[in-house]
């Protein structure tokens, strides 16, 4: 058991730029997280995933952001057109099974800067 | 909707000092609750959870914590703190009874520990 990774760790952008970030989570583990964190403040839910199918998306998930899982394994975050207000960490976490009852494993992040 | 509230957003402890950090929700259902600590530039780690059952849990490295649906709260103790407990600390609740599996976060407690 690795734990849950992420890549890159910390992405700095221009403004108008396009951005992808990965999250491979831990083997076996067939449900899938993203959050961001901004200063000061708590994780915040963006996405979720059982195995390949997106089953939540947040009001926070603009339509300038994008998140795939193809194949149930890895996923992938992409964020169009980035703005200043996009500058934030990018948290990735996954859980086993289906039940509410499983604790979620995090990454460590990405934390996006954008000029 | 769900919500975490953690009432203070820095605590200042004396090394072998007790603890206790607060945390109420607010939620229709029978909650799961959960606490994360943060270290610097990390990710996410899980302290406890409670899903049911006895309602004082015990996690790992010394932290308990008590759910009391009276009072909607789940504070964290711990009787003896540690120089490397200096972190911030998140609560979090999930649905017991909904679909949703995305955890909903307080805005976090930083801790600091006096030598």
């Known amino acids: 058991d690795t734990g849950v990774s992420q890549n890159p760790r910390h992405k700095i952008t221009k403004r108008g730029q396009n951005v992808t970030f990965r999250c491979d989570p831990i083997?076996?583990?067939?449900?899938l997280y993203w959050y961001r964190q901004t200063l000061g403040q708590g994780p915040e839910f963006l996405t979720y995933?059982?195995?390949?199918?997106?089953?939540?998306k947040s009001r926070l998930l603009s339509d300038r952001f994008s998140a795939e899982r193809p194949k149930g394994s890895f996923s992938t975050l992409e964020i169009q057109r980035t703005e200043q207000g996009d500058s934030a960490m990018y948290l990735c976490?996954?859980?086993?099974?289906?039940?509410?009852?499983?604790?979620?494993?995090f990454g460590p992040g990405t934390r996006l800067t954008v000029l | 909707a769900q919500s975490v509230t953690q009432p203070d957003i820095h605590i200042t402890v004396s090394e072998g000092a007790s603890l206790e950090l607060r945390c109420n929700y607010s939620?229709?259902?029978?909650?799961?609750l959960f606490w994360y600590v943060q270290s610097p530039g990390q990710g996410l780690q899980l302290l406890l959870k409670?899903?049911?059952?006895?309602?004082l849990v015990q996690g790992i490295k010394g932290f308990e914590a008590e759910f009391k649906r009276s009072q909607s709260s789940f504070n964290l103790r711990k009787p003896s703190v540690h120089w490397s407990d200096a972190a911030e600390y998140f609560c979090?609740?999930?649905?017991?009874?909904?679909?949703?599996?995305?955890?909903?976060f307080g805005s976090g407690t930083r801790l600091q520990v006096q030598p």
């Open positions: 979090a609740v999930a649905s017991m009874d909904t679909g949703r599996r995305a955890l909903t």
């Open positions: 409670y899903f049911s059952g006895d309602t």
């Open positions: 083997s076996e583990h067939n449900r």
């Open positions: 976490a996954s859980s086993p099974g289906t039940s509410g009852r499983n604790e979620q494993f």
């Open positions: 995933f059982q195995n390949e199918a997106q089953l939540e």
């Open positions: 939620y229709g259902a029978t909650p799961y």
